[in-house]
């Protein structure tokens, strides 16, 4: 059973940044995709960024080119760097793993069966 822990969630005014933290184990073999979701309240869960075990990564449209997605394998940890942040991505950040190793709709959260307990990110104008 895989096991994520979010931190690094908090309050920030709009242009700044944050970096989450997912720090992983468990599970007799390792995910093979692991990403970050969100959560606004009143709107569905949205996939942010995935990361590959052969280290490609996918976006969202709404953060390319703001927020990257990283692994440190040393730490068993993975990483989401939110730079120019807007109010609009205020919401609950998750961090997600799956063993699935289908390079499909990696966007989508019904792809991945482990989830963490999230993490609050809110942004201010």
């Known amino acids: 059973q895989v096991q994520l822990v979010e931190s690094g969630g908090g309050s920030v005014q709009a242009g700044g940044s944050l970096r989450l933290s997912c720090a992983v184990s468990?599970?007799?073999?390792?995910?093979?995709?692991m990403g970050w979701f969100r959560q606004a309240p009143g709107k569905e869960r949205e996939g942010v960024a995935v990361?590959?075990?052969?280290?490609?990564?996918t976006y969202a449209d709404s953060v390319k080119g703001r927020f990257t997605i990283s692994q440190d394998n040393d730490k068993n940890t993975l990483y989401l760097h939110m730079n120019a942040l807007k109010p609009e991505d205020t919401a609950m950040y998750y961090c997600?793993?799956?063993?699935?190793?289908?390079?499909?709709?990696?966007?989508?959260?019904?792809?991945?069966?482990?989830w963490g307990q999230g993490t609050q990110v809110t942004v201010s104008s």
């Open positions: 997600a793993a799956t063993q699935n190793t289908s390079p499909r709709d990696l966007l989508l959260p019904a792809r991945f069966p482990y």
């Open positions: 468990g599970g007799t073999y390792g995910p093979y995709y």
């Open positions: 990361r590959g075990n052969d280290g490609r990564t």
